[in-house]
């Protein structure tokens, strides 16, 4: 472009040019390490969490603030934006077989709590097993059962924990115990969805084994009697993402770069996301050494990402469309440092450019790139809805990725260096690109589908506030934006 050329020169005196080598030499290994080793200890100094709700969310918050408020407040200006959500998390989950056994058993995210002290004493009640449909998802699957009093014995899989649920709500069941469906008791916890608070009656989630064991009890005509305790809190806790641009560029067309701050309260989240905080961090200590760049760069720290985008989606929400339309890109990193990475670089109709400027550098270093459309599970969707161009990289969670995905083990040795340190390399380049010039770039979509998704959230945003004003007692565990429902 020819126009932001002839610009470049012209402020070329107050400082030095940035350029796409120059962003990308002043990535280091060393410096996305420094980061890491800060917030990992910020989460070991805080029972093991940086979490939404938590300590360790507040000290990264004031890390980060650390540097773009006070080491780099010359050249970027910044904000704190607050928000209120419902902080759950159970303080004490217990099932008591029929001989007062502890049995193995796991909370979802946003599980009411029992009666307290005691929990529920009742029988079980066995249900249908359906494997193709799910077992009692659907409300057919119920006719006739009467769960009245009861804690009802029901498998899990296939539709949403929740589902079952409500279900068995309706059937008059005090409580459930959901069985797993594979052996053993590595099960990944569930969430029940915000949007179910005060909705849903308790559940303990037990081993396949043990439900199985029951089953065969209750076919012999057995009264099997269980106790099943929750006790959880959930109430109205401040977050806060933080907004930080450089006061050079034009302030009506800004590049945005952004990652979530925040972890599950599994564990510390280094990879998830330290990697994308520190990577954005030490691009925002490149990007202050230099002037004359065309447009405004700004960054962004997101809170409560692992609540259902809840920050993103705060701040995307609260934009007018005169300050959507002036967000010319965004680029999202979530999950840039994988043990085992792949390259996946995410992108939908509107990525313009994106993904070829990440994916050229990407391939440079020999790696191979794939592709894949959004799914929602990032921060990115709420600029999707706005239907800004979006771009994205991740490197994979769960197996064969990342084995210690939202597990206390994603610590500072849960890091592959030299992925790391070409996605974060490519991300700077990417910026520096767009910074300098927009060309690729494509105009906002403003007649998307995805703008009912965002009616939906504010939907959701006042009904949750709602119903946690009236169930201030009701206690609830925090899981993630890879909302696993099931
Ligand atoms: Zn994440």
């Known amino acids: 472009m020819k126009f932001s050329r002839a610009f470049l020169f012209a402020s070329a005196v107050a400082g030095e040019l940035l350029t796409q080598d120059k962003a990308e030499a002043d990535i280091k290994t060393d410096e996305l390490q420094r980061v890491l080793w800060n917030l990992n200890k910020i989460a070991r ?16 918050v004031d890390f980060i603030l650390e540097r773009v408020q006070t080491r780099f407040a010359k050249q970027l200006d910044t904000f704190v934006q ?62 006739g059962i009467d769960a009245t009093g009861k804690l009802a014995l029901i498998k899990r899989g ?29 099960y990944a916890t569930p969430t029940l969805g915000a949007e179910n608070i005060g909705l849903l009656i308790p559940v303990g989630i037990i081993p396949l084994e043990v439900g199985t064991a029951w089953i065969a009890r209750l076919a012999a005509g057995e009264d099997v009697k269980v106790n099943l305790l929750v ?106 440092a994988s043990p085992f990475p792949k390259y996946e670089i995410s992108s939908y109709e509107n990525s313009g450019v994106g993904p070829s400027l990440l994916e050229e550098y990407i391939e440079s270093k020999g790696k191979t790139v794939e592709y894949a459309e959004f799914d929602g599970r990032s921060d990115y969707a709420g600029f999707v809805d706005l239907g800004i161009p979006v771009a994205g990289l991740f490197t994979g969670d769960g197996a064969p990725w990342d084995p210690c995905y939202h597990q206390a083990c994603d610590d500072i040795d849960n890091i592959n260096w030299e992925g790391f340190t070409i996605n974060a ?62």
């Open 45 to 60: 100094d805080n029972g093991g969490t940086r979490a939404f709700g938590t300590p360790g969310y507040k000290a990264s």
């Open 82 to 143: 607050p928000f209120n959500w419902t902080y759950d998390e159970t303080l004490k989950i217990s099932v008591t077989g029929p001989a007062g056994e502890n049995v193995f058993v796991i909370s979802p995210q946003y599980n009411p709590s029992t009666p307290l002290p005691g929990g529920i004493t009742a029988s079980l009640i066995n249900t249908p097993v359906n494997d193709e449909t799910g077992s009692m998802c659907l409300p057919e699957q119920w006719e």
């Open 158 to 186: 296939t539709c949403a924990v929740s589902d079952k649920l409500k279900l068995a709500k309706a059937h008059g069941a005090l409580g459930v115990i959901l069985y797993n469906q594979a052996p053993g008791t590595d």
């Open 231 to 336: 006790d959880a809190v959930s109430e109205q806790r401040e977050s806060w993402n933080i907004i930080s641009e450089t006061k050079e560029g034009d302030p009506n067309k800004v590049v945005m770069v952004g990652a979530h701050l925040d972890s599950v309260q599994e564990g510390p989240g280094i990879n998830d996301d330290g990697s994308g905080t520190a990577a954005i961090l030490e691009i925002a200590g490149s990007i202050k050494k230099y002037r004359g760049f065309p447009h405004k760069i700004r960054f962004g720290w997101w809170g409560a990402e692992e609540n259902g985008l809840v920050g993103s989606y705060y701040y995307t929400e609260h934009l007018t469309p005169a300050e959507a339309d002036k967000i010319k890109y965004y680029f999202n990193y979530d999950m840039i």
């Open 425 to 486: 390399k490519a991300a700077a380049r990417a910026l520096a690109r767009v910074a300098n010039d927009l060309s690729g770039v494509p105009p906002r979509l403003t007649t998307t589908p995805n703008l009912r998704g965002r009616a939906k959230m504010t939907q959701n945003f006042k009904q949750w506030e709602k119903r946690s004003e009236g169930a201030s007692h009701t206690h609830m565990c925090s899981h993630g934006s890879k909302l696993n429902v099931f």
